[in-house]
């Protein structure tokens, strides 16, 4: 498994586990602490952030297809994701849950394109199977275990310290894509033994 296959897996481990925290029990948050909140108004929340995800996910994956700034849009991304728990610790009316949920679907709509393109271009051949399972088997055993764990946090000490729990982990989610920045900026090294290889690399290159 090559090094940005495993940058990209620890990284969504941490994003998505962190999020299992809090996603189960989100609708009886917004119910029970948020003026204004119903069973309704979580619902509207959740298909805001689908929806504008939906409308950014789509042009916005025409727009990296023909620019070489996939890393840089995973981080920007992934930030705007790790910011959203941070939101929901001082919401207290609709207003800002729906912010909160703007802003989970515009850094969803950003990463969800440039995560794939880079996980898609860098799976190992003869491979491709095991590490979508790898990732598929890490990812659902990290969410089932958060989703218990954020239960019991939220029960005995608060959802605000669940929040920030799941805000530490996404910090660490997206702290983790800086080193895949660094690798790809780090053109590999090779060796020629044929001058029309080289001149063709070379060119491919320019």
């Given at each position: 498994?090559?090094?940005?296959?495993?940058?990209?897996?620890?990284?969504?481990?941490?994003?998505?586990?962190?999020?299992?925290?809090?996603?189960?029990?989100?609708?009886?948050f917004i119910k029970d602490n948020i003026v204004g909140g119903t069973i309704f108004m979580a619902s509207l929340a959740a298909t805001i952030y689908m929806v504008i995800k939906c409308l950014v996910q789509l042009p916005f994956s025409k727009y990296v297809d023909k620019h070489d700034h996939k890393v840089k849009w995973v981080i920007i991304g992934t930030f705007m994701i790790a910011v959203v728990p941070f939101v929901y610790m001082f919401a207290n009316d609709m207003k800002t849950v729906f912010l909160a949920q703007i802003i989970h679907g515009i850094g969803s709509g950003?990463?969800?394109?440039?995560w794939l393109g880079l996980w898609s271009t860098h799976l190992d051949k003869k491979h491709e199977s095991f590490e979508w399972s790898l990732y598929s088997t890490l990812v659902t055993?990290?969410?089932?275990?958060?989703?218990?764990?954020?239960?019991?946090?939220?029960?005995?000490?608060?959802?605000?310290?669940?929040?920030?729990f799941v805000f530490l982990l996404s910090l660490v989610g997206a702290f983790i894509l800086f080193y895949l920045k660094r690798k790809d900026t780090i053109l590999p090294k090779a060796k020629f033994t044929h001058?029309?290889?080289?001149r063709r690399v070379l060119s491919l290159g320019q």
């Open positions: 498994m090559n090094r940005t296959i495993k940058l990209l897996m620890i990284s969504d481990i941490f994003l998505v586990t962190g999020f299992g925290l809090t996603n189960p029990i989100l609708a009886i950003l990463v969800y394109p440039t055993l990290g969410s089932a275990g958060a989703a218990i764990i954020g239960g019991i946090i939220s029960q005995s000490l608060g959802f605000k310290l669940a929040f920030f001058y029309q290889k080289k």
